[in-house]
């Protein structure tokens, strides 16, 4: 089964929020399968922090290998096919950082410090 990513959030996959229903989504079909086929199919936008939810996450537990075994990503167009893969480049280098590196960041990011 595929997680159509419109018929969830509609056209705008931006916000934070939108990324968590995803994710949740995600989550259960990772449970019940062991894969996942996200379908962005009339999805017209795209933002980072809806990304950071729904996907980045994930690689604080698995390896890019594992998440390109189990991930199917279909029907992104060019502009949300390159912030993914942005995304997931920025979240591995932020998931090989120390623990305490990693909360600095954090920290940093929510008072506002980049």
Known sequence: M????FDTIGKAAISRDSGLKIKTLIDKQLSDTGSV????????????????AAIATYLGTMTVEQMREQFSFLN???VGRNLLNQVIHNAIQFYSKSEEEQEKIQSG???GVE
């Open 76 to 78: 992104l167009n060019n």
């Open 2 to 5: 595929n997680i159509l990513v």
């Open 109 to 111: 990011i929510e008072n």
């Open 37 to 52: 086929v996200i379908d962005f199919s009339n999805v017209e936008l795209y933002a980072s922090p809806f990304f950071n």
